[in-house]
């Protein structure tokens, strides 16, 4: 006698759909993964040019609020009016250059410049003249392109001079995690006319 046998197993189609199934989840969770490194890629970017310009801004503030008149006969500044504060002029890319005496007397020029080593990202620049010396230094990181730089001035006579900032900085990563940001701040000398 023959005994009848069932054997229990898959058929090709079972086979076939649940190969199917399993792909098509593992792409998504493949997908679901690269998004979450994206955007934590994302937000460390923002995070690097926020930081950036807390400094910058920390630092910019701190000097135009304590900046002093052009009216030292021995020590002016060239480029600044006599009895002002405060110059703006334009370099040869549209972006302003700020001039003020600071609260040592040194001759302060801020302004955009290339990189010394890349030469095609922008970094902000800090020219301070003591005596005829000279130091040139960046204030922001070799990691944050500043685009544009625009310093808009209100010096009129029966108020206190201010400077009004505005900045487009992004991350050099990937244009992917560029993330750009717009600021802008006025910033009020504590001189009095």
């Not at 190969?19 to 979450?36: D, E, G, N, R």
């Not at 310009?53 to 002016?76: C, H, P, S």
């Not at 110059?87 to 410049?113: E, M, P, R, W």
């Amino acid at each position: 006698m023959i005994g009848n046998k069932t054997k229990f197993g898959f058929t090709l189609i079972e086979l076939i759909v649940s190969v199917a199934l399993f792909s098509v989840i593992i792409l998504m969770a493949t997908q679901i993964f690269s998004m979450v490194i994206d955007s934590q890629r994302s937000a460390i970017a923002t995070q690097n040019v926020q930081e950036s310009l807390k400094y910058f801004l920390e630092v910019t503030g701190k000097e135009i609020r304590m900046a002093q008149k052009n009216d030292d006969q021995i020590n002016t500044c060239s480029g600044i009016p006599i009895t002002e504060i405060f110059a703006v002029t334009s370099d040869a890319d549209g972006n302003n250059i700020l001039k003020f005496k600071n609260y040592n007397g040194q001759c302060v020029t801020y302004s955009l410049a290339p990189d010394t080593i890349t030469s095609t990202t922008q970094r902000f620049q800090i020219s301070r003249i003591t005596n005829g010396l000279v130091a040139v230094d960046f204030i922001s990181p070799a990691q944050i392109t500043l685009d544009h730089l625009y310093f808009v001035l209100n010096s009129d006579v029966n108020t206190q001079a201010t400077v009004t900032l505005n900045l487009q900085a992004h991350a050099l990563n990937g244009s992917k995690f560029k993330s750009t940001m717009v600021l802008q701040t006025s910033i009020a000398s504590r001189y009095y006319k």
